[in-house]
T-cell receptor, first 110, second 114 residues
Framework: GQSLEQPSEVTAVEGAIVQINCTYQTSGFYGLSWYQQHDGGAPTFLSYNGLDGLEETGRFSSFLSRSDSYGYLLLQELQMKDSASYFCAVLHTGGFKTIFGAGTRLFVKA | NAGVTQTPKFRILKIGQSMTLQCTQDMNHNYMYWYRQDPGMGLKLIYYSVGAGITDKGEVPNGYNVSRSTTEDFPLRLELAAPSQTSVYFC?????????????FGEGSRLTVL
C-alpha cells in the first residue's frame, strides 16, 4: 500500500517561519511535490524534490530525505496570504501518477 | 494561454443520472489526470492517462469511466450518479518534463448529486 502523513493544522504568526512535515510509505517512489490550495481554488504547484536535499524558490523551500521517507516544506517571512492548505504529493514511477496527502491547513495570524 | 479547461463548473444531478465532465488542455501534455476532492480532504486520483489511447485506474475508479482519444481531451464519465459522488472534480495535466513534478490544474467542476 501507500500512505502520506502530514499534520492536519499549523498556526503561525505573520513574519515567522513554519515547517510542514510529510512522511510517506510507498513503492515506486520517484519524487515529492508540494502544492498550495486556497479555499475554493485549484491546487497550484510550489516545489518538487527528485533528489535528496533542499530546493529553494523564493520564500518557499522544500527538503527530501529518501532514506528517511521524509520531506518538508519551509515557508519563510509568512504573510497573511499564505493562509491556505498545503499538500505533499508523491510522484510514482508506475504510470507517473501523483498521489496526494490529506493536506495541512495553515493559519497565519497577525 | 488557456492551460487546462474544465466544463461545466457547476452541475446538479439526480440519483441515477449520468453525465460527462469535459477536460481539455492546450499545452500538448502527454499525461492527464482526474482527481476528486471532498470537503476538507485531499485529492484522490480517479483515473489517469499517459497518452492518447492509454488510461489506467487510480485510487478511486469505481463509478467512473474515462477515454483518451486525443492528446488534448480527457473526459470523465459518471454512470448512475450516487450521492457519494458529490465532490469537486479536478482535471490536471503534465508535460514531457513530468519529472519536474508539476501538475497543471483546471479550475474544478463542482458536482452535487441529490
Amino acid at each position: 500500500g501507500q500512505s502520506l502523513e502530514q499534520p492536519s493544522e499549523v498556526t503561525a504568526v505573520e513574519g515567522a517561519i513554519v515547517q510542514i512535515n510529510c512522511t510517506y510509505q510507498t513503492s515506486g517512489f520517484y519524487g515529492l511535490s508540494w502544492y498550495q490550495q486556497h479555499d475554493g481554488g485549484a491546487p497550484t504547484f510550489l516545489s518538487y524534490n527528485g533528489l535528496d536535499g533542499l530546493e529553494e524558490t523564493g520564500r518557499f523551500s522544500s527538503f527530501l530525505s529518501r532514506s528517511d521517507s521524509y520531506g518538508y516544506l519551509l515557508l519563510q517571512e509568512l504573510q497573511m496570504k499564505d493562509s491556505a492548505s498545503y499538500f505533499c504529493a508523491v510522484l510514482h514511477t508506475g504510470g507517473f501518477k501523483t498521489i496526494f496527502g490529506a493536506g495541512t491547513r495553515l493559519f497565519v495570524k497577525a | 494561454n488557456a492551460g487546462v479547461t474544465q466544463t461545466p463548473k457547476f452541475r446538479i444531478l439526480k440519483i441515477g443520472q449520468s453525465m460527462t465532465l469535459q477536460c481539455t488542455q492546450d499545452m500538448n501534455h502527454n499525461y492527464m489526470y482526474w482527481y476528486r476532492q471532498d470537503p476538507g480532504m485531499g485529492l484522490k486520483l480517479i483515473y489517469y492517462s499517459v497518452g492518447a489511447g492509454i488510461t489506467d485506474k487510480g485510487e478511486v475508479p469505481n463509478g467512473y469511466n474515462v477515454s483518451r482519444s486525443t492528446t488534448e481531451d480527457f473526459p470523465l464519465r459518471l454512470e448512475l450518479a450516487a450521492p457519494s459522488q458529490t465532490s469537486v472534480y479536478f482535471c490536471a495535466s503534465s508535460g514531457l518534463g513530468w519529472d519536474t513534478g508539476e501538475l497543471f490544474f483546471g479550475e474544478g467542476s463542482r458536482l452535487t448529486v441529490l
